[in-house]
């Protein structure tokens, strides 16, 4: 079952955050978060597994609440280059610590960033 | 890192004709490759999952005679789209994992992606 992303756009000023979330109704194994350009494949951000892990690189953030099955993307201050439509990606847990190894991916959310 | 490769990048065919799409993995093994399929402004739409040796897996309302799976070794996958009509046309994405099992922290790693036009 698709996770749900939410919001499916958002338009910001340079230099300012944006929070994306991505919910699933099933137990999720791991959460990997992609952004993808216009025309291009989609890019690896990070992968959040499940015991409630945060991590970032730089200015861009997540983190995973496994009581919730949701997962959150922070982008601090954001730059120019952060624009591109962003999808989290639910590996879901078929069995404790078993993962079923392919990624069900969210409608994604749309992230513009103007100068 | 993991490299995934996916040739061509586009291709324009008539309709009826079929057009064979290869993805490949540069410098790791990967037993199961997956296919995705991306409509305009939308969401990548798992098709099938490709298993190196044996059969491939196919989501539900992918039809597996038209879309042909054939991962002949653990570096090569290729999807065949069989008598294209306009209506396939998209973006087709394969993804291979740098490590298939057993370590499911490793990232899905994309080919560049084949625009398919059919006209």
């Known amino acids: 079952q698709q996770p749900v992303q939410s919001p499916q756009a958002v338009i910001l000023r340079e230099g300012e955050d944006a929070v994306i979330n991505c919910s699933s109704s099933?137990?999720?194994?791991?959460v990997h978060w992609y952004r993808q350009k216009h025309g291009e494949a989609p890019v690896f951000l990070m992968i959040?597994?499940?015991?409630?892990e945060q991590k970032g690189h730089e200015k861009i953030s997540a983190s995973f609440n496994e009581k919730k099955q949701q997962s959150s993307l922070y982008l601090t201050a954001s730059q120019l280059s952060y624009s591109g439509t962003y999808f989290c990606g639910t590996e879901i847990e078929l069995s404790p610590n078993n993962a079923g190894n392919m990624l069900t991916f969210g409608g994604g959310t749309r992230l513009m960033v103007k100068p | 890192g993991a490299v995934v490769s996916q040739h061509p990048s586009w291709v324009i065919c008539k309709s009826g004709t079929s057009v064979k799409i290869e993805c490949r993995s540069l410098?790791?093994?990967?037993?199961?490759m997956f296919w995705y399929r991306q409509f305009p402004k939308q969401s990548l739409m798992l098709m099938a999952t490709s298993n190196e040796g044996s059969k491939a897996t196919y989501e539900q309302g992918v039809e597996k005679d038209k879309f042909l799976i054939n991962h002949a070794s653990l570096t090569l996958s290729t999807l065949t789209v069989t008598s294209a009509h306009p209506e396939d046309s998209s973006f087709y994405i394969c993804?291979?994992?740098?490590?298939?099992?057993?370590?499911?922290?490793?990232?899905?790693?994309f080919g560049n992606g084949t625009r398919l036009t059919v006209t």
């Open positions: 959040l597994l499940k015991g409630g």
């Open positions: 993804s291979a994992r740098e490590v298939d099992r057993g370590a499911y922290n490793s990232p899905l790693h």
């Open positions: 099933k137990a999720l194994y791991s």
């Open positions: 410098d790791f093994q990967a037993t199961t």
